[in-house]
């Protein structure tokens, strides 16, 4: 169990990233081709393709990027850059890691994959830090570039819930719905966890960094700089009925409806979902957010309707 504790300075500076870090799910991805995938990631109904395609000859796409990944546990922290915001500034901010860093960040790794593996990388020569660059963004451009408008629709989808928790409950509610199986005990956040650690936030704050292809949490820890939370994004499971409980409160095609907004969606996204028509979406909506169950927000033509906290906690307990 990993039990992060809060401060009074801490609560209020609880952050949530705008989108998942590139490069840090560059490496997660490379880890969930490489072993048979597990949490969330393993769920999502739109890997299996990609799966298919982009397995074969990743050992020769990912270069150095494969050894630095191992199948379970640690990476190395130069993989996690969260100013930048497209592969390639990623990958050359990586290679610019200082020296003393890249050997501390790498030494980890040796009993797993061999110091030859990551000799030169750690001595920081111009060529394995180059090869760094190529290969990362080789590999980002050739296999996971195709997806990463899907990981981000999924990143802002569960954004757009966060925020409207926070607006609707304050800081608490959103450490109290962050994930299934997570808990929230004032002053702690417990999270399952391989390992037994408490972290004091110290008045830094938390930075939650939500993950495409995390199979569980993972801690990013800088004494300097609020402490980092990667967060698996949840996955919203249509095919299973919600419960007789919740059906019978408020009809089970309203139910669908409801279970259907786990991740937030416009009219026409949620009666996909539900298998309705999409008038027969707007009118459940409306009756939904006239419940309290729901919000809608409005973007000229377009809207986006989300659960609330009431909503959340109703489908939890149906």
Known sequence: MLRIRFGPADLARVTVAAAPDVLLETALSVRHLATPPSGPAARRGELAAWRRAVKPGLAARAGILARLVPPAGYLPDFLYQPTARDAVTAAELAAQTPTPQL??????????????ATRELAQGSTAARRRLVEDLTRYHRSSLAPLWPAVLNV???DRALRSETLLRGGVEALLATLQPGWRWS???????????????LCGRGLHLMPSYFASSAMLIYDPAAPTVLVRPLP???????????????????????????????????????AGVSVATASEHATVLRAAGLITTVRDGSRVLHTLTPLGEALLAGG
């Open 186 to 200: 004032p002053p702690d956040l417990l999270v399952p966890f391989a390992t037994s650690h408490t972290v004091e």
């Open 155 to 157: 990143a802002a989808a």
């Open 235 to 273: 996955v919203t499971d249509t095919a299973t009925p919600p419960g007789d409980v919740l059906g019978a409160l408020l009809g089970r095609t309203r139910a669908g409806v409801l279970a259907s907004l786990a991740t937030p969606a416009g009219t026409t996204a949620l009666a996909e979902r």
């Open 103 to 116: 050997a501390s960040d790498l030494d980890p790794l040796h009993t797993a994959a061999g110091p030859s």
